[in-house]
């Protein structure tokens, strides 16, 4: 089988992700950059090994399956639109949109014919192996029926995915009450390097509470250091008539109601198990108690979506529904009425 080949606009941090998973997997993935100068189409290459390009024609000689949009936040809506009315499947960076009125935009994006434009969202957290055997074991009933769920382990779009597949409340109309608190916290870590000055800074740490119409509730609580901290942990915890998700761990009733204790491990389903390298069996290998969600498992939650356009370019299922996209965009912008008026209602309905 050839490999897939998909065309990235962009060349920014998270566009380098994408280089680097068809650098993995060379007999699955072909990887191509439309870059804004040669300046960044040469980073690209030298950091990925990717084709790169300046220009679209130049892109579309090298027959690219779907496109991959990785701009900045406030153009994301424009360029999928863009290159889905070209014809292409296109696989958005998160968020969908930043406005509301770029959430209307993409809902209502038809082609020439009339027919809805193909679009995805690369919303990939539910994917990390560690996070799909919680899902997993909500979704076989371990726990019972969930009811709350407490996550402070992604930000935003990400988190509120997260707990709309913990409580299965996807498409429900919901209240949102929070905060935002100011903190200290020592700088610990970055993107490129460990720390060690003992600088101090203000963090911002964003505390929702979700209330769903069903009665279900969440409470979202992320500051943006957990990203990139040694002092500073990512925990969740899902709440069941008959047990609770807490990390890495299920606890819950056997068939005879005697309690119970499952250690999660980052498994790869079968699907999935062509994307299993060096890098996850290691992480296996040497697994601890604490909830950590590595870069191996984010590429490898971008590369099982990647892997999955191969269904939705035949006209199958998409890996991540525009309209579940939405949604986690909508929360995004309507969080930020929230915590712009400290702990009163916002009503959010359903996209």
Not at 155 to 160: L, N, S, V
Not at 323 to 333: C, G, I, P, R, V
Not at 335 to 343: D, I
Request: proline share 5%; net charge neutral.
């Amino acid at each position: 089988m050839s490999p897939l080949t998909y065309l990235i606009v962009g060349s920014g941090w998270r566009a380098e992700f994408y280089g680097r998973i068809a650098a993995a997997y060379p007999g699955i993935f072909r990887a191509v950059y439309y870059c804004r100068s040669e300046e960044k189409a040469a980073l690209m290459r030298a950091r990925t090994g990717a084709y790169a390009f300046t220009s679209k024609e130049a892109c579309l000689t090298m027959n690219p399956d779907f496109v991959v949009t990785a701009v900045d936040k406030a153009h994301s809506a424009d360029v999928a639109i863009e290159w889905a009315r070209r014809g292409f499947p296109v696989a958005c960076e998160t968020p969908a949109a930043p406005t509301f009125e770029g959430l209307q935009t993409l809902r209502s994006c038809k082609l020439s014919d009339g027919s809805p434009a193909r679009i995805t969202c690369m919303e990939q957290y539910h994917r990390y192996p560690i996070l799909m055997a919680g899902l997993a074991a909500i979704d076989s009933g371990a726990i019972g029926e969930p009811y709350s769920a407490y996550l402070s382990a992604a930000h935003d779009y990400h988190g509120f995915s997260l707990i709309k597949k913990m409580l299965k409340t996807e498409g429900e109309g919901y209240v949102l009450r929070g905060q935002k608190i100011k903190s200290p916290v020592t700088v610990t870590d970055s993107r490129n390097s460990a720390l060690y000055d003992g600088a101090l800074k203000t963090a911002d740490r964003d505390i929702l509470h979700i209330t769903f119409d069903s009665g279900k509730t969440a409470v979202y609580d992320f500051s943006g250091t957990q990203y990139h901290s040694f002092i500073r942990s990512r925990s969740l915890i899902v709440r069941g008539s008959r047990g609770e998700w807490n990390g890495r761990t299920i606890l819950c009733l056997n068939s005879e109601n005697e309690p119970t204790r499952i250690s999660l491990m980052p498994d790869i389903p079968a699907r999935y198990r062509c994307l299993d390298n060096t890098s996850l069996r290691d992480l296996r290998k040497v697994w601890q108690n604490e909830l950590t969600l590595e870069t191996a498992q984010d590429e490898f939650a971008i590369a099982s979506m990647l892997l999955d356009m191969e269904d939705f370019i035949a006209g199958g299922p998409a890996p991540y529904t525009l309209t579940s996209a939405l949604e986690d965009s909508l929360f995004w912008l309507k969080s930020r009425e929230a915590l712009a008026a400290p702990w009163s209602e916002v009503r959010v309905e359903s996209v």
